[in-house]
């Protein structure tokens, strides 16, 4: 059903390196008071260059993952970063994806929303999490953290597509139809 | 409908959730624990680079410094050797009175080492995993401490893996008792709940439900109070540092400062039955 081919592992990859990262007991924690969370900026990324498939994939697999090493009711993860991934997905012809700027300000966006949708589904589910004030400054210095994480990721996968994928043939300044046919008078 | 994709690709997902959602308890509880094992290659290989870096680090540690810690370690364990001895002695006192008095014989705890490797990726719960499970005699339920004292309970337990709910948590509710800090005297009883004024700080937690008729001041001793079927009694969690008795009705609420250190937990106990 699902469409596997090379371009993705390396998605796939990161994804299992991002929840591991997200999880890792040492790091920003100590002195933030959050972790990383690089699964956003991943999904941003799948969502402006890849398929749908490969954002359904990525999400699934990650979101999995991520729950399954937090109390989060299993699939909560995947459901909002799905959410982050379709309205990116869905409006991506307008989006510049090429420059950095835009790369952090949807990076920023989609960081601070996944968790937005998780504490509303959450709370939906009837299993209210421990929030308050301080939540806001976890909130947003994680979306920074993200939005900066964000270019690095493009360049890193962009670096990675190029090395997996056929060099371009380059193409030879002949064309048929302007040669010169030389004929005898 | 298979040419669309996103069509796929929102299917899968639907399912993917719904199913995670809807399925029983013990079910999700199953596929997180064999999700979790995922990681423990990345875990192995983070293990043995932190253990060759320490190695490296503690290879360059000067001789003097090593001797003048040893000689520390070694005072250290004599007066811990005398506290034993004292400690023996009291608790066989202890056991001869509760027979004489027919009272039930108290067990000393059995502990368990266990380390932290990996906490919680969302910031909104509070719980660890550490390097126990079943393989080593884990079992849901059992109280997590540390030196300092009690730090949670064990939720979820894989072979080799168990997820531990630390206090603070919405799911981890623990009944404790204050005791005065001039007179040892039980002071009043409650339900510890996690502070959602200070969710940076983990070691500031509530002291709720406490009995309008009880007083308890600050620097006074909490500790389990056996009351439920989790935690035994006599576990020291923490001390009170503040009051707040403005609010009207039967109930008034405590802030407490747990004894151990959320932030930094490396290792921690495990407490068999």
Not at chain 1, 126 to 133: A, E, H, M, S, V
Not at chain 1, 163 to 177: I, T
Not at chain 2, 9 to 19: C, D, G, K, P, R
Not at chain 2, 127 to 156: C, F, S, W, Y
Request: aromatic share 8%; charged share 15%.
């Amino acid at each position: 059903m699902m469409r596997w081919n090379l371009n993705s592992m390396p998605l796939y990859a990161a994804a299992y390196l991002a929840v591991f990262v997200a999880a890792y007991p040492n790091g920003f924690r100590s002195t933030l008071g959050t972790q990383i969370d690089l699964l956003p900026p991943l999904v941003v990324y799948c969502a402006l260059q890849s398929k749908w498939t490969t954002l359904a994939g990525i999400t699934i697999f990650g979101g999995y993952l991520f729950d399954s090493l937090s109390a989060n009711p299993l699939g909560l993860t995947t459901a909002s970063l799905f959410v982050s991934g379709c309205v990116i997905r869905v409006n991506r012809e307008t989006i510049l994806r090429d420059q950095t700027f835009a790369q952090l300000v949807i990076g920023f966006m989609a960081s601070l929303a996944t968790p937005l949708v998780s504490l509303l589904l959450l709370w939906l589910l009837g299993r209210p999490p421990l929030t308050g004030f301080g939540s806001i400054w976890q909130l947003v210095s994680t979306a920074l953290l993200g939005a900066l994480a964000t270019p690095v990721l493009f360049g890193t996968f962009e670096r990675i597509k190029r090395k997996l994928n056929f060099r371009p043939v380059p193409e030879s300044s002949f064309r048929a139809d302007r040669e010169i046919k030389r004929r005898r008078a | 409908m298979l040419k669309r994709p996103y069509l796929i690709a929102f299917t899968s997902v639907l399912l993917v959730v719904l199913s995670g959602f809807c399925l029983p308890r013990n079910t999700t509880s199953q596929i997180k624990l064999a999700l979790r094992d995922f990681f423990l290659p990345i875990l192995g290989l983070v293990h043995s680079t932190e253990t060759v870096l320490s190695k490296g680090r503690d290879s360059i540690i000067p001789r003097s410094v090593l001797l003048s810690r040893m000689r520390e370690l070694l005072a250290q364990n004599q007066e811990l050797t005398l506290h034993m001895m004292q400690s023996t002695q009291l608790w066989q006192e202890n056991q001869r009175l509760r027979e004489a008095l027919d009272w039930a014989p108290k067990s000393p705890w059995t502990l368990k080492p266990a380390n932290v490797i990996l906490r919680d990726p969302a910031s909104w719960w509070r719980t660890i995993q550490i390097d126990l499970g079943t393989m080593d005699g884990v079992r849901t339920n059992m109280p997590v401490l540390t030196d300092a004292g009690l730090i949670g309970k064990i939720e979820q337990v894989g072979r080799r893996s168990s997820l531990v709910l630390l206090i603070g948590d919405p799911q981890c509710p623990v009944s404790a008792s204050v005791k005065k800090n001039s007179t040892s005297e039980l002071a009043a009883y409650g339900m510890i709940k996690g502070s959602s004024a200070h969710i940076l700080d983990p070691s500031l937690v509530r002291l709720t439900m406490v009995d309008r008729q009880t007083r308890v001041e600050p620097g006074d001793a909490v500790e389990t109070s056996g009351l439920g079927p989790v935690f035994p009694k006599g576990i020291p969690i923490g001390r009170i540092i503040d009051t707040n008795t403005a609010n009207f009705g039967p109930l008034y609420e405590a802030q407490i400062t747990l004894a151990a250190n959320l932030r930094k937990l490396e290792s921690v106990w495990v407490l068999f039955p």
